[in-house]
């Protein structure tokens, strides 16, 4: 309840809610204490956690199992990427069911078919779902929510299928009419102009989420001065940051021979114990181990 109200009040309060993708407990404390808004439960980053493409591999019994876990650590509200909803509208039916009550603030579906492939691959088979059954996804999504602050974001992938901005207005506008609360519109373009140009073309009422992975000018400058956008996600850079960091300390430690260089530039065993609340260990040892 706390975090689904949350997420409407920096809606309310703020002019842009900043949302950083995370893949794990860690993660999400991390984005928290760096001063994001709200977290992304990223099917992306927790495919790339496993190892595994983002195309409908990953369960949603898995993802849930994440965004509880990281809902136990950190007090943001979670904004979950449930992909195409895992099926047809009896499955969202049930999905929502789960995130509802797995503590989430929102759900984002997309409406691509099931088996859905990422987004940003070049030359990635990009299926669309029909208009009229997205719509009924969403009718669904809206029937089942039992806290109308719990928000159905439905996201078109008619820019990413090279579908054309006539195609994504329309339906957006399609499932601003099924009842969605937000629109995300996504985008694979290089520069903003596609996205811009769909947000000053965007007449509906629902704010827009914008997920600007693949036109990083987009900065929060770019974004406030367009309006109309309420939400960006920071969609992988949670996974990817890792990555690097990892890739550089692992290098390191077999060209050096040794972890006596790289030890100077990574956190401390203590910084690790005190995202693991260890005082709190110690506190209580000494209350109740008699
Ligand atoms: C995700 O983070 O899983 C997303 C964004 O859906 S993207 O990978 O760019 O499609
Ligand atoms: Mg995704």
Redesign the pocket.
């Known amino acids: 309840m706390a975090k689904l109200s949350a997420l409407r009040d920096a809606l309310e309060q703020k002019s842009l809610v900043r949302t950083m993708?995370a893949h794990s407990p860690l993660s999400a404390v991390l984005a928290e204490e760096a001063g994001f808004d709200a977290l992304?439960a990223?099917?992306?980053?927790l495919s790339a956690l496993y190892g595994l493409a983002?195309v409908s591999l990953i369960s949603m019994t898995q993802h849930l199992a994440m965004v509880r876990a990281m809902g136990e650590q950190s007090s943001l509200p979670i904004i979950a990427?449930i992909d195409t909803g895992f099926g047809n509208a009896i499955n969202v039916i049930y999905a929502i069911q789960q995130y509802e009550r797995a503590g989430a603030a929102a759900v984002v579906i997309e409406d691509k078919t099931f088996p859905k492939v990422?987004?940003?691959v070049a030359d990635g088979r990009q299926d669309l779902l029909r208009l009229e059954e997205f719509q009924g996804k969403i009718r669904a999504a809206l029937a089942t929510r039992s806290d109308p602050d719990f928000l159905v974001i439905a996201r078109t992938e008619a820019l990413i299928a090279g579908l054309g901005e006539e195609e994504a207005l329309k339906r957006a506008a399609a499932y601003e009419a099924a009842g969605a609360d937000m629109i995300l519109v996504?985008s694979k373009q290089k520069t903003p102009d596609e996205m811009e140009s769909f947000v000053r073309a965007w007449s509906g009422k629902a704010p827009i989420v914008i997920?600007p992975?693949a036109y990083p000018e987009m900065n929060e400058e770019r974004i406030k001065a367009l309006g109309k956008i309420a939400i960006v996600i920071y969609?992988?850079h949670a996974i990817r940051a890792s990555i690097t960091a990892m890739k550089d300390a692992f290098a390191r430690i077999l060209k050096d021979r040794g972890i006596h260089n790289v030890n100077r530039d990574i956190v401390s065993v203590e910084e690790v114990f005190r995202l693991q609340k260890m005082d709190q260990v110690k506190a209580d040892e000494k209350r109740f181990l008699a």
Do not use: P, R, Y
């Open positions: 993708a992304w990223s099917g992306f980053e983002d990427d990422t987004s940003l996504h997920v992975t969609g992988n």
